[in-house]
């Protein structure tokens, strides 16, 4: 008997046939994020599980999984979706798809910067709703060509982003938890500290990975001591910014606008009013949703049930204690 995997959304069909040849593959066809209740039902003597859309595996999961369950292979990089430490005590190795969506990530994050910047929503609804002027002193933005970027957490998709900006012939200031001196040259760019790089920037991109140490990394004080001119951008986790702080300082002018692909929480209750404050421009966690990154993505997460399946290290282990 093939042993039983469960993806627990729709992903690339393209990319399975390798998987669905070793395994016997279930796929969850609804495209919202699994439920607490769905999960628990649809766990029970897999193999393997490969949670999509954020879906929750949390130990009761795992428990309910039982002994049989050998990996849970990510659909993502963030992996804040997975308690590792649970997974870890239990020797389940998890998994994530690095790399392959930088590119397309960083794209919607440079999207949102200039969106944002430049007023495309407004300037959508006014050419929409009949108000179309050509007049000089309508819908004025941020300049983004020379101004300057701050990229907190230079790791894959910060370094994409802010080599965008280079190539905006912005000036790049960074922030993450340890130097990168070859970074420094080749971009160029400058590490600051976290405080001293909040003062300074006209754009701030976020890409660190949510923990318990980065939640709220973007607080009421933090957000106080950017300029009134400053634009957030937010690609990494909605649980980066304290939302009701950002939410009120772009209300009340203490800083010009943001623009999130994600937010806190996810989705967002269509009354929020994340969703409809002047100056943030919101997309629905889209940063990876290119046809070729989300391929790409669906293969890696195979590659990895593949390898653990026929009893090899998995490329993209997050926990490789667990391999021995
Ligand atoms: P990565 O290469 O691991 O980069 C993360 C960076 O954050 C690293 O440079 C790391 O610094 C830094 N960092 C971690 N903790 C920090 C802290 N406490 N203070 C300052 N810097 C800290 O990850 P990635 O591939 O670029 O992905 C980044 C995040 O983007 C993911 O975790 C995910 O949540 C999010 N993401 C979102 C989408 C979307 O669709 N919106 C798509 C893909 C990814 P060091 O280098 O010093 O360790």
């Known amino acids: 008997m093939k042993p039983r995997v469960w ?7 393209a990319a399975l046939p390798g998987l669905r040849e070793l395994a016997d593959v279930t796929m969850r066809p609804a495209p919202e994020k699994a439920l607490p209740d769905e999960m628990l039902a649809g766990v029970p003597g897999l193999a393997g ?10 130990a009761e999961v795992l428990d309910t999984a039982g002994p049989s369950l050998r990996i849970v292979a990510n659909f993502g990089v963030g992996y804040d979706n997975v308690d590792v430490g649970a997974a870890t005590a239990r020797r389940i190795p998890v998994t994530n798809t690095p790399d392959v969506l930088v590119e397309s990530t960083a794209d919607v994050a440079f999207g949102l910067l200039i969106a944002a910047a430049r007023r495309f929503g407004e300037g959508q609804s006014a050419a929409r709703e009949d108000r179309w002027q050509w007049a000089q002193g309508l819908m004025w933005g941020q300049e983004v060509s020379g101004a300057t970027l701050g990229i907190l957490g230079l790791g894959r998709i910060g370094s994409a982003v802010a080599r965008r900006g280079r190539a905006f012939g912005m000036r790049v200031l960074y922030h993450s938890r340890s130097r990168k001196p070859e970074a420094e040259f080749a971009l160029p760019c400058e590490y600051r500290s976290l405080e001293d790089m909040l003062a300074e920037v006209d754009f701030l991109s976020l890409h660190v990975a949510l923990k318990p140490e980065t939640r709220h990394i973007l607080n009421g004080p933090a957000l106080a001591r950017m300029k009134r001119t400053a634009i957030v951008v937010n690609t990494g986790r909605g649980g980066l910014v304290d939302q009701a702080a950002l939410l009120a300082a772009v209300r009340d002018g203490r800083i010009a606008g943001a623009g999130l ?6 989705p967002p209750s269509p009354d929020d009013p994340i ?3 002047p100056g943030i421009y919101v997309t629905p966690h889209i940063g990876s949703a290119s046809v070729g990154a989300r391929t790409a993505m669906t293969r890696v997460a195979a590659e990895n049930l593949t390898a653990v399946l026929r009893g090899r290290r998995p490329p993209n282990c997050v926990n490789p204690e667990v391999l021995g």
């Open 275 to 277: 969703l409809h404050a």
């Open 49 to 58: 599980l490969l949670p999509v859309n954020g879906a929750r595996v949390d």
């Open 7 to 13: 993806i627990t959304g729709p992903v690339a069909e």
């Open 261 to 266: 692909d994600v937010t806190d929480p996810e």
